[in-house]
């Protein structure tokens, strides 16, 4: 085992001897042809949770999430989104190269969008304008702080996407850890939704996997542009007996990261060298400011004492917790963050 504590993502994590057992005992069969059984009951299962008629298990998050985009958009269209939404910053352009669409971003709080920021935003009433789509919704926000929706303001972004005729797409890379905070019910996303990504090898563990849920006739249309973009896979069950397990056996883990990154948050608030919003954690993802330095010192000192962190902007460090870290790791951090600066 490596002794690095590695609080870079929540990505990093490896498979348990647990998962790889149940790797091997998975049913598989050719999934480009749909006999993959394991795959299959995974799809449903998590599509009949959520209350959406049908998944489609992908690669990863940004293939669901651009497939999400293609199936709700045509070419020339436009998709609204936070200007700090994964979609926008993190796929490379994907939404303009793959589906031929405008991406219009705009300022809301902390990652997330409200009726208010959202209001006379639509467009398309006329010939020389794109014509507005879909509203773009990340829960929880990465670059806002693992920030989340409650279930209030989701159904009143709903209405307005109801009233306005635009569909809506929800990122839930970090769903879970969105639903272990607020309490949110998955079939809520499902009403709130026409398209939703959840990702399972982030929080959850899985090594590899995402999955796009929607209607029976989108997931049909996802399953062609997936195998139009290289996603078409084989005996893809190994896969997806990996994300299972992670469902079944580590979203009830995520509190306690959670727990952990408030305890690592309590020092940083107590320090005279580094800064937190502790008002804004809500989840694994916890943000802070170095006040004397940059944040590129600082990691490189905590890289001294063997624990890795990102930057994320000149002065903001992100750490992400998840399951590998333990309580001794946590207190090896407590005690690395409050030197810094001595």
């Known amino acids: 085992m490596n002794s690095m504590i590695d609080l870079r993502s929540d990505t990093i994590t490896r498979p348990t001897p647990e998962m790889l057992d149940a790797m091997m005992q998975a049913k598989v069969g050719d999934d480009v042809f749909g006999e993959d059984e394991t795959v299959n009951a995974f799809q449903e299962k998590v599509a009949h949770m959520f209350g959406m008629e049908a ?8 293939m669901s999430n651009q497939l999400g985009v293609k199936v709700l958009t045509e070419p020339g269209d436009e998709i609204l989104i936070d200007e700090k939404g994964h979609i926008f910053n993190y796929e490379t352009g994907a939404a303009s190269s793959l589906s031929g669409v405008q991406v219009r971003t ?11 920021i959202l209001e006379h935003t639509k467009r398309g009433h006329f010939d020389w304008e794109p014509r507005t789509k879909v509203i773009c919704l990340e829960n929880s926000t990465n670059k806002g702080g693992g920030v989340c929706y ?14 306005e005729e635009l569909y809506v797409h929800m990122d839930g890379a970090r769903i879970w850890n969105a639903m272990t905070a607020t309490d ?33 006739e989108r997931i049909a249309k996802a399953r062609r542009f997936r195998k139009m973009w290289g996603g ?9 007996a990996a994300a299972d397990y992670a469902l079944e056996n580590n979203w009830d883990k995520l509190g306690e990261d959670h727990r952990r990154a408030k305890e690592v948050a309590q020092v940083i608030f107590d320090s005279k060298f580094l800064a937190v919003d502790m008002n804004k954690l809500q989840t694994n993802i916890l943000l802070f400011d170095t006040v004397n330095e940059t944040a590129e010192n600082v990691i490189a000192k905590l890289a001294k004492k063997d624990i890795q962190m990102i930057p994320f902007g000149p002065n903001t460090i992100r750490a992400t917790f998840h399951f590998e870290i333990t309580d001794e790791d946590v207190e090896q951090v407590k005690k ?7």
């Open 232 to 240: 078409g896979m084989r005996q893809v069950g190994l896969l997806a």
């Open 106 to 116: 705009l300022h809301g709080k902390d990652g997330k969008l409200n009726p208010g």
């Open 150 to 163: 409650s279930e209030e303001e989701l159904r009143a972004i709903k209405a307005f996407a109801d009233r």
């Open 336 to 342: 690395a963050l409050a030197e810094i600066g001595e």
């Open 184 to 216: 949110v019910k998955p079939e809520v996303f499902g009403e709130i939704a026409d398209t939703i990504s959840v990702c399972f090898s982030k929080g959850l563990g899985a090594p590899v996997g995402s999955m796009l849920l929607s209607s029976k």
């Open 55 to 62: 998944g489609l298990f992908v690669p990863s998050g940004t």
